[in-house]
T-cell receptor
Framework: DVKVTQSSRYLVKRTGEKVFLECVQD?????MFWYRQDPGLGLRLIYF???????EKGDIPEGYSVSREKKERFSLILESASTNQTSMYLC???????????FGPGTRLTVT | GENVEQHPSTLSVQEGDSAVIKCTYS??????FPWYKQELGKRPQLIID?????GEKKDQRIAVTLNKTAKHFSLHITETQPEDSAVYFC?????????????FGTGTRLTIIP
């Protein structure tokens, strides 16, 4: 059974802080993704990675960066958090590029 | 890039009736179309997907149809049950190497009325 975990369920940070969101999958999946989910906007792709140390920009990469040093771990970094980054962040992984994406439980980030 | 529009944003259906959710996409090269279901407070999960080489796919009470000419695809749920209440997301993806990512629709909140 695929398990995707995220480091925090809820997080409150102040404007300007550096924020790290971590995602770990235990099924040796090649592909990992970071989305943010906002009411009425659906799931929007921030960054994705098809291999260790590889990253590709999604649809809304501005203000974010990522790191994938190990196959099982994909980190999302907010260099200087802003209030408009308050959102639900979902990590996902998949075995192949067109396979099912398995999502983590999400991190609800509030930036004050 | 790809743009996916989803309608309606909310849908209420009497238990036992059918529900239909429609999506349109912009890039004619898209060839993979999954549907995800997200129950309240839970993570999205894949319920069915279709590739562009077929026009319809069924799995028990759920079916998806694809019209490549019109660039739209639909989710059909028959004999709806209370556990079908959730938010449903459609998505579309290209298979061109180096540009393989899912673009999601904005979601449909389906409520089954007992």
């Amino acid at each position: 059974d695929v398990k995707v975990t995220q480091s925090s369920r809820y997080l409150v940070k102040r404007t300007g802080e550096k924020v790290f969101l971590e995602c770990v999958q235990d099924m040796d999946h090649e592909n990992m993704f970071w989305y943010r989910q906002d009411p009425g906007l659906g799931l929007r792709l921030i960054y994705f990675s098809y291999d260790v140390k590889m990253k590709e920009k999604g649809d809304i990469p501005e203000g974010y960066s990522v790191s994938r040093e190990k196959k099982e771990r994909f980190s999302l970094i907010l260099e200087s958090a802003s209030t408009n980054q308050t959102s639900m962040y979902l990590c996902a992984s998949s075995l192949g590029r067109w396979d099912e994406q398995y999502f983590g439980p999400g991190t609800r980030l509030t930036v004050t | 890039g790809e743009n996916v529009e989803q309608h309606p944003s909310t849908l209420s259906v009497q238990e036992g009736d059918s529900a239909v959710i429609k999506c349109t996409y912009s890039d004619s090269a898209s060839n993979y179309f999954p549907w995800y279901k997200q129950e309240l407070g839970k993570r999205p999960q894949l319920i069915i997907d279709i590739r562009s080489n077929v026009g319809e796919k069924k799995d028990q009470r759920i079916a998806v149809t694809l019209n490549k000419t019109a660039k739209h695809f639909s989710l059909h749920i028959t004999e709806t049950q209370p556990e079908d209440s959730a938010v449903y997301f459609c998505a579309a993806s290209l298979s061109n190497f180096g540009n393989e990512k899912l673009t999601f629709g904005t979601g449909t909140r389906l409520t089954i009325i007992p």
